[in-house]
Structures are given as C-alpha cells and as structure tokens.
C-alpha cells in the first residue's frame, strides 16, 4: 500500500465549476498536510498547508480528517489557470520528510 | 532571480557516464533535498542534508550519491548511469526556523540515460 494515494484522475471539468479532490495516508503518526500545485513540466509550488480545524484561502478549501486518514481539497468557481497536477503531500517530523503523492490532474475547459 | 537554481536543465547523457547535477540556493535556507520524479510515480526522495555535515539516504539512494559542498550548495551524482535513471530530478530546500516543512523547489533537471 502506497503510503499516500490519490485518485490520479484525470479530472475534466468546465469553468466554474466545484471539483474536490482525496487522498489517504497510510501513516497515523503523520503531523503535517500540505497540498501543492505542479503545472506541467514545472516544478511543485505549496498551494496550501492543511490544518486539523479545515482551512480556506479563497476558492481553495483544505480538511483533514485525522480518524480516516484523509484529507481532501475542494476548488470552487474553477479558472482555466487551475489547470495542473495537484499533490497530497504529507509529513513525518520524527522522519524529517515529507512523502508526496502522485498526483491528481486537473485540467478546466472553456 | 530564481531563488533555488539547477544546472543542467536538460542533459542526454549514454549508459555508464558519471554525471552531476547542481544546486544553489539563495534563500538562506539550512535544509536541502534531492527528489526524482517518475510518471505515476510521484516525487521520490533521494537524499537529504539538514547541514553542510548532515546527510542521509532517502528511500532511494542506490545509484546515486550527494556532496553538501555549502549551506548553500548540495550536487547529486550517478556514479555509472543507467537507463532506469532516466527522470526529472528536483532539488529543494527547506528551513529548519520555520519547522522545515515547507520545501521550495528548484526548476528540475530533465536527465536522459540511453
């Protein structure tokens, strides 16, 4: 078992719509969530940490629940510029490493 | 300016070469990574460097050593490539002030073993 999975997709949705995303980790020890952004043959960019309580930063919102195991990214009011590859990243600090997923891609039509 | 660079961006390079990848990093950072990423794969850990004189094997380190040359500076290399090395590797780096989780990545090096 993968120790962090994602749908792989690909996701195909019309501008302004709502997409939401999972992912599952294997590791109940884990402390930190993050989601990052990867557009095509680039490098990822953190588009936003997730926090115990859910968080919001605009039309992003993050949750993690830490019973399931699974935290989850909701994008409303999609933009043509959302279009890229969304990773589930999660970390170990006794580790002191971070274990990515594979990546779910999102691709937003006119 | 790119805060987190890598040198080469492409290289093509034949079965059993040694080759090395560079890094340099301008965000004062005391942490560095290097990750290879497959496709379907995900970004895999190769090593990591907490400081000049910390490093350690990540989940795939066969094949491959680094050299912590400065803070800022941490180079990848492949002793005698091949062509299951071919992949786009990452460097990244993190500070440790901050909790260290947060990693800022460089734009990656298309490498080609044939």
């Known amino acids: 078992r993968k120790e962090v999975e994602q749908d792989p997709g690909p996701f195909n949705v019309p501008e302004g719509a709502t997409v939401a995303f999972n992912c599952t980790y294997s590791n109940s020890a884990s402390q930190s969530f993050f989601w990052y952004r990867q557009d095509c043959r680039k490098e990822p960019k953190l588009l936003m940490s997730v926090y115990s309580s859910g968080n919001e930063d605009g039309r992003f919102t993050a949750q993690l629940n830490r019973a399931s195991q699974y935290i989850s990214l909701l994008i409303r009011d999609s933009k043509l510029s959302d279009s890229a590859t969304y990773l589930c990243?999660?970390?170990?600090?006794?580790?002191?490493?971070?274990?990515f997923g594979s990546g779910t891609q999102l691709t937003v039509l006119p | 300016d790119a805060d987190v660079t890598q040198t080469p961006r492409n290289r093509i390079t034949k079965t059993g070469k040694r080759i090395m990848l560079e890094c340099s990093q301008t965000k004062g950072h005391d942490r560095m990574y290097w990750y290879r990423q497959d496709p379907g794969l995900g970004l895999r850990l190769i090593y990591y460097s907490f400081d000049v004189k910390d490093i350690n094997k990540g989940e795939i380190s066969d094949g491959y050593s680094v050299s912590r040359q400065a803070q800022a500076k941490f180079s990848l290399s492949l002793e005698s490539a091949i062509p299951n090395q071919t992949a786009l590797y990452f460097c990244a780096t993190s500070a440790s002030t901050s909790g260290g989780d947060e990693q800022f990545f460089g734009p990656g090096t298309r490498l080609t073993v044939l």
């Open positions: 990243v999660v970390g170990l600090r006794t580790a002191r490493q971070l274990t």
